[in-house]
């Protein structure tokens, strides 16, 4: 009986901890999708500084398609690189406006959120 009993505890040591491993796994693919105002309060991203030339990029629908207009905020680096910046005013918002910085040269810091892909806590004119 006792043999018989080991057994069911070790199957049921291996289940708790496989469960454990399982919703470790489905959390992160699950916070891969999270919001930029969440992504922005976690802790574990990385810090970056880039500089280049920054654009606003206005894409219009197609006439009757009902979808909104897109706007996207992009900076091409040194090394011709681009990086998609994301702003939330919550974090960051630009004096003059986001606007006031297209077609110029900056420095951008804030946190990673995907591969070259940066919320924006500070940017500055170069």
Known sequence: ????SS??????T????GLGLAFSV??????????TNAVASTQTQERETVRGRFVVVRGDPPPDSGRPSRVSYLLTDEQKRRWTL???ESVY?????IQAFNGKDVEVEGRRT???RLLVELMRVL
């Open 26 to 35: 489905a959390r992160v693919a699950v916070g891969n999708d999270l919001p």
């Open 86 to 88: 994301v702003f939330d």
């Open 114 to 116: 995907g591969e070259n």
């Open 14 to 17: 291996t289940l708790v901890i």
């Open 1 to 4: 009986m006792a043999q018989g």
């Open 7 to 12: 057994m069911a505890n070790s199957a049921i």
């Open 93 to 97: 918002s630009p004096p003059g406006g």
